[in-house]
Nanobody, 125 residues
């Protein structure tokens, strides 16, 4: 089993920033992909960004491209994802996930085996 814990959510004003972090523990694979997905009652779960264990490969969804830069810390089995210039439509529950399907579609949540409980990010004035 792998456990994931997210942190960094909160309430910010439009144009503000959040720094989301996720740390894996337990039987963490040596090489991994960690991804962020977000979910709202209206939109369902959507891909945000992902990175591999050494930070050499990243992927971003179009709505956040240019406003975030996901980073990996292999030694700590963690990822960070600062998000800038936040918009009200960024309001969501953000989930971290970990997987090992390197050849799969990283934007597909089905390719990730373990998920964290989520952290809420609210963007509102």
């Amino acid at each position: 089993q792998v456990q994931l814990v997210e942190s960094g959510g909160g309430l910010v004003q439009p144009g503000g920033s959040l720094r989301l972090s996720c740390t894996a523990s337990g039987r963490t694979p040596k090489n991994w992909i960690m991804g962020w997905f977000r979910q709202t009652p209206l939109t369902g779960r959507n891909f945000v960004a992902a990175v591999n264990w050494n930070g050499g490969t990243t992927a971003y969804a179009d709505p956040v491209r240019g406003r975030t830069s996901i980073g990996a810390d292999r030694a700590a089995n963690s990822v960070t994802m600062p998000m800038d210039n936040l918009k009200p439509e960024d309001t969501a529950t953000y989930f971290c996930a970990i997987g090992t399907k390197f050849g799969g579609d990283w934007s597909n949540g089905a390719n990730f085996g373990y998920w964290g409980p989520g952290t809420q990010g609210n963007v509102s004035s």
